[in-house]
């Protein structure tokens, strides 16, 4: 069983950074792929970044190319997303989600262990 908590959301202007972290613990928790999602208001839960179970491969949806990223540190057994540029639009629940794989996938039914959710809030 894999346990996950997120932390580092909170309220900021458009512009201004944030960095999520998500504490994993429960068994080979170093090798289990993790990624993070986002839901708005009235939207479905979307893809937003993920990382293999090395670290060694991301993935992130077109929007937040070039300003998140997401990154491991598995001797401390926390996943990292460094969010900057930050748009009203990035408004958003934050979950972290494992998988029991070491390969990353973008749909959120692929992943069975989830967070409770980070609260982001990005001003005009």
């Known amino acids: 069983q894999v346990q996950l908590v997120e932390s580092g959301g909170g309220l900021v202007q458009a512009g201004g950074s944030l960095r999520l972290a998500c504490a994993a613990s429960?068994?080979?928790?170093?090798?289990?792929?993790m990624a993070w999602f986002r839901q708005a208001p009235g939207k479905e839960r979307e893809f937003v970044a993920a990382v293999t179970g090395s670290g060694g491969i991301t993935s992130y949806v077109d929007s937040v190319k070039g300003r998140f990223t997401v990154s491991r540190d598995n001797a401390k057994n926390s996943v990292y997303l460094q969010m900057s540029s930050l748009k009203p639009e990035d408004t958003a629940v934050y979950y972290c989600a494992a998988r029991r794989t070491t390969y990353i996938s973008q749909h959120p039914a692929d992943y069975g262990y989830w967070g409770q959710g980070t609260q982001v809030t990005v001003s005009s």
């Open positions: 429960g068994r080979s928790v170093s090798m289990v792929a």
